[in-house]
Nanobody, 118 residues
Framework: VQLVESGGGSVQAGGSLRLSCVAAGTIGPINPMGWYRQAPGKPRELVARAATGGATDYNASVKGRFTISRDNADNKVSLHMSGLKPEDTAVYYC?????????????WGQGTLVTVSS
């Protein structure tokens, strides 16, 4: 299983960006699927995740500004980020728990950099 990310880049404060991630390979059910981020010198933290049934979790710092969406049929998750702030600057990682047979394995994308300038 590979998590292939796209999107990210540089934007000024108040701007918007969209991240997308597709799970490729021989896969079973994915639950949940979402995004984490890691800023320099800080631990990796949850940004948002979405369960197969539609339930979502958000980091309190992004609620109301970021929206996560899933396409279960295409094994895809997207993160629309608006009202970006300099403190949102980080490497963003796609994350998923994937069921393969009787195993549940954890996967990470390679990371995509989001830079927000003031």
């Amino acid at each position: 299983v590979q998590l292939v990310e796209s999107g990210g880049g540089s934007v000024q404060a108040g701007g918007s960006l969209r991240l997308s991630c597709v799970a490729a390979g021989t896969i079973g059910p994915i639950n949940p699927m979402g995004w984490y981020r890691q800023a320099p010198g800080k631990p990796r933290e949850l940004v948002a995740r979405a369960a197969t049934g539609g339930a979502t979790d958000y980091n309190a710092s992004v609620k109301g500004r970021f929206t996560i969406s899933r396409d279960n049929a295409d094994n895809k998750v997207s993160l629309h980020m608006s009202g970006l702030k300099p403190e949102d600057t980080a490497v963003y990682y796609c994350h998923a728990f994937v069921v393969t047979g009787e195993e549940v394995n954890e996967y990470w994308g390679q990371g995509t950099l989001v830079t927000v300038s003031s």
